[in-house]
């Protein structure tokens, strides 16, 4: 089973490459290519940053993005999971997720939310059973390679928080 920890820098070459499976994936995200650390580091939290490793290869990440600058959403926090190929079905995104989930709250974070496009189907599992409910599906949200995309708006609210 992998352990799960805090991502740093070093993890980066092995986080980038979960991140091309995903997009290679087509079901991942919009995303056409991944960018480098400078990019991805600035536009993530530097908190609740994960990596889930078993015999000392990464086999999945997780992490936080803000959802506004507006103070008001300072506890909300879009989050992503990824899980390599090779690791998919063997609990590392429900790990990883997991963790998200209560470093988020330790944190003061409020509400979670994702993204999923619904033929994802692996990923809305991860979420529902982490506590994330369909709050709504974007149609046509966005194009990718031509075709129009829907895109399942799902969000996990803290016990702290009434709904």
């Known amino acids: 089973e992998s352990s ?6 070093t993890h980066w ?3 980038r490459e979960i991140f091309v499976e995903g997009i290679e ?19 993530h939290l530097q908190a609740c940053r994960y990596v ?10 997780a992490a936080l993005s803000p959802v506004s600058d507006r103070c008001a959403y300072t506890g909300v926090g ?6 390599a190929a090779d690791a998919r079905g ?6 990883l997720m997991e963790a998200l989930v209560k470093g988020s ?3 003061g974070y409020w509400t979670l939310q994702a993204g999923v496009f619904p033929e ?17 599906r974007r149609s046509a949200l966005g194009q990718m390679d031509g075709v129009w995309r829907d895109v399942l708006l799902l969000e996990r609210r803290s016990g702290t928080v009434g709904v």
């Open 4 to 9: 799960i920890e805090p991502l740093e820098a």
């Open 13 to 15: 070459p092995r986080v």
């Open 25 to 43: 994936s087509g079901n991942a995200t919009f995303e056409t290519e991944a960018p480098d650390w400078e990019v991805w580091d600035e536009s």
């Open 52 to 61: 889930a490793v078993n015999h000392g290869k990464v086999q999945g990440w």
């Open 78 to 83: 879009e989050v992503s999971v990824y899980v």
């Open 90 to 95: 063997k609990g590392v995104g429900t790990r």
């Open 105 to 107: 709250e330790a944190l």
């Open 120 to 136: 994802n189907d692996a990923s809305v599992r991860v979420h529902t059973r982490a506590g994330f409910r369909l709050v709504g």
